[in-house]
C-alpha cells in the first residue's frame, strides 16, 4: 500500500485508457496509446502537507515515469516554511522536473470578491520568493461552499474548477459523473482506488495525492505517520544544530 511501486502501476494503468495531461491541456488533442483522442484526460495534483522532501521524491519518479503533474504549496502551514531557503530549492527542483507549482489554501468562508484577492495574495507572495509565476491554485480542505462556487480568477488555474471537478452534495450524487475525482486523503482512497475505475465509463479524470502518504517501502496509516515524523525530527534535530554551536551533540 502507498509504495512507489504501486504508484508506477497506477499510473502504468491510467496511461493505457487515458491521456495524462497539465490543467492547461485538457481540452486539446491528446494521445492515448499512439491514438488522437480529445475529451479525454487524467489530470494530477499532488498536494504538500507535510514534507516537501517526500513531495520532491514523487516528482523524480514521475519524471522517470516521463509524465508532469502539478504540486501544490501551502503557504500557511505550521508542519514546514513554504519560504525557507532549504524548500525553496526543492520546489526549484519540482519545477525543473517539468511539473507546475500551485497554491494550496484554505481560506476562511468570505465573499466570492474577497476570496479572490485572498487567493491571489497568497499567489503574489510565492512568485515574490520562487520567482516564476505560479499560474493554478487548489483549496485545502474546501468547503461546499467553495466547491459550489467554482471561482474563476483570470489567468489562473482553479484545479477545482468546473472543468476538472464536478461538485454534488452527499445527497444529489448523479448516477454519471462527467469527471471522476480520486483521492488518497487520510491514507485512503475513499472515493474508490484507481485500480477499481471503470474505464469504460470515464472519460476525465482528476487524480489527487498526498505526497508524503508515499514511499519506497509502502507503510499503513500508522507506520507512515511514523515515518515521516522520523524524517522531520532528523531534519530539525540538524537545522538546530547548524543553526546553535550550543546545541548538544548527543542529541544528533
Not at 495534483?45 to 522517470?64: G, T, W, Y
Not at 526549484?92 to 468570505?110: D, S, T, V
Not at 495574495?121 to 474546501?142: C, Q
Amino acid at each position: 500500500m502507498f509504495s512507489y511501486s504501486e504508484y508506477r502501476n497506477i499510473i502504468k494503468l491510467i496511461q493505457q485508457h487515458l491521456p495524462i495531461v497539465d490543467f492547461t491541456q485538457a481540452n486539446e488533442f491528446n494521445l492515448c496509446n499512439g491514438i488522437r483522442v480529445v475529451g479525454k484526460f487524467c489530470v494530477i495534483r499532488h498536494d504538500i502537507e507535510f514534507s516537501i522532501d517526500r513531495a520532491l521524491k514523487l516528482a523524480e519518479l514521475e519524471n522517470e515515469l516521463g509524465i508532469s503533474t502539478t504540486y501544490t504549496v501551502q503557504l500557511r502551514n505550521n508542519t514546514y516554511n513554504a519560504l525557507s531557503e532549504k524548500n525553496i530549492d526543492a520546489v526549484h527542483r519540482i519545477k525543473e522536473l517539468g511539473h507546475c507549482i500551485a497554491l494550496h489554501q484554505n481560506p476562511p468562508l468570505m465573499s466570492e470578491k474577497a476570496l479572490k484577492k485572498y487567493v491571489l495574495k497568497d499567489i503574489e507572495t510565492l512568485e515574490h520568493y520562487y520567482g516564476f509565476e505560479v499560474d493554478r491554485y487548489a483549496f485545502h480542505r474546501p468547503k461546499q461552499e467553495q466547491l459550489a462556487m467554482y471561482l474563476d480568477i483570470p489567468g489562473k488555474i482553479n484545479c477545482y474548477g468546473e472543468q476538472f471537478f464536478q461538485y454534488f452534495t452527499p445527497d444529489s450524487k448523479p448516477d454519471n459523473l462527467y469527471v471522476t475525482y480520486l483521492a488518497d486523503s487520510n491514507h485512503q482512497w475513499k472515493y474508490g482506488h484507481p485500480f477499481s475505475i471503470d474505464f469504460e465509463n470515464t472519460l476525465k479524470l482528476q487524480l489527487n495525492t498526498h505526497p508524503f502518504s508515499w514511499s519506497e517501502s509502502g507503510y499503513e496509516n500508522y507506520g507512515n505517520f511514523l515515518s515521516v515524523i522520523q524524517e522531520r525530527k532528523k531534519e530539525m534535530l540538524v537545522d538546530m544544530s547548524t543553526e546553535n554551536k550550543a546545541f548538544p551533540k548527543e542529541l544528533l
